[in-house]
């Protein structure tokens, strides 16, 4: 299984960025999706999933998927200082037989500059 994350970059605060995770090796479509990101020096927090966002960006975050192209999106928009970080992708399934798979992307660094 590969999840590859991309679309990171430096941008102004105020500016967007469209981060894409593109999966391989797995049923796309039986897998939820997360995003999730780690600030320097700081743990690994939630952003979003399908079914709800983190409080810190509410508002200014979209979680999208195609199926066709086993690709998750993460449309940011409004971006600050404090959002800047190495954002990972997450895929989640649960089956009967192995309880939650989880596998992990290698991450994409947003910076945003003030």
């Known amino acids: 299984v590969q999840l590859q994350a991309s679309g990171g970059g430096l941008v102004q605060a105020g500016g967007s960025l469209r981060l894409s995770c593109a999966a391989s090796?797995?049923?796309?479509?039986?897998?939820?999706f997360g995003w999730f990101r780690q600030a320097p020096g700081k743990e690994r927090e939630f952003v979003a999933l399908s079914t709800r966002v983190a409080n810190s960006v509410k508002g200014r975050v979209t979680i999208s998927r195609d199926n066709a192209k086993n690709t998750s999106y993460l449309q940011m928009n409004s971006l600050k200082p404090g959002d800047t970080a190495v954002y990972y992708c997450?895929?989640?399934?649960?089956?009967?037989?192995?309880?939650?798979?989880?596998?992990w992307g290698q991450g994409t660094l947003v910076t945003v500059s003030s």
């Open positions: 090796g797995l049923t796309f479509s039986r897998y939820h």
């Open positions: 997450n895929a989640a399934a649960f089956t009967q037989s192995t309880g939650w798979v989880n596998y």
